[in-house]
């Protein structure tokens, strides 16, 4: 009898449970089926007014040899990682980067040069990398997985931060902020000077989604631009600045996309963005690039979607004069040469205010202009 009592009891209490259980259950399902039902209209981005700046985000194809450093580290780490017999190409040049010899390794990557017998000697032979250079002989003919998992720790170990050297300026860019005084904090405008308060003011008043950053050097205006809630792709040649930007973009979780990419390269529709910034970097291009003002705008204006912010910056600029009259400001004679020569065969004819204003005329519907830092430097708005 008493068996039979706690068995009906048992029968009840799971006849309950099984009756919770199946409410619960429809419950569910019709939540969903009203989400699945309705979830174009929540996807819809005007039914979504946020007081705080979304963040924008968007793909973009870094190649291995476009990624500073840091970031190349992590990519061979994570490949290394998932066992991808694609570590196995990357090791070298990352040994490179280890040994200060970014520009090497970038050639490698970028198959514009080979490795050398002379390259995995001296690899073999540096105690940073001796390590891992001999490791890499002994892994032959093992499986991949076997040999990631011991090539990963000696991986993690190196070091891949640049020097602060530039392609050719004597001294690096690193500093370039410090030694102008313009290392302002972006949260007071109290010190701010022309240049970043107009850039302010343009961005404010644009809000770009997506901006791209030409020359962005450590990434002053890169980070300015992203606190409107932009996703911004921030280039440059500066190994050091490169890395730089990476690490604090992900120090700080910003919305920056770092690449290690000459102007020269940078016409790909992917990189097209609302806001192109080219602040005292045309100067840059024509005295050392070697390019001509038309080829310059083209590009520009292929890349640019609503604004472009140009920094004009003249020849009479007292760091621009005072640096193509000082040989130690560059890296070596042959490069001051080069400056001197477009100097006087280009620049003194073309390279002026109203030539910037005739040819971009050309791309741009109008154009606004602004004071700069100085003088002798303005900031042109171009509006598609
Ligand atoms: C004078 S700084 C300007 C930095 C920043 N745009 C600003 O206004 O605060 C010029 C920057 O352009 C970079 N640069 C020079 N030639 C370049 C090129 N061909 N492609 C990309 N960046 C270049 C330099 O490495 C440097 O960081």
Redesign the pocket.
Known sequence: MQISQTTTTKRVRKNKKFLRNLLLLSLLLSTLSLLFIFKDTLLRPWTFKPAVPVKSTRTINIMPHEMPASMFKEHLITLCQQENPKTFDYLYPLMLMATKQHRAARALLAKKSNLSNEIILSLRNNPTTFELANMIEMQQGQSVATACKKLLPLIQKLDVTPANK??YKRKG?GT??ADKNEDFSLESQKNWGNKQRNIYKILSEVRPETVL?????AG??TRLAESFGAHVVA????EY?CNYQCDITKERNLNIQPMI????K?DRSELKSDVV?C???VH??VF??GLKLDEIFKTLAHLTKKKLIL?YIDIEDKTCKGAIANPNFFKNKKIHNQAITMLNTYGYKYYNIDNFLRISQRYFREIEVYDSSSTTRKLLLLSK
Do not use: K, R, V
């Open positions: 530039h392609q860019y370039y902020y950053d030409l020359g962005a050097n002053w205006f280039t440059d040649i500066d600045c990419l000459p102007f020269e940078s910034m602040l005292a970097l840059h291009l050392l690039g920094e």
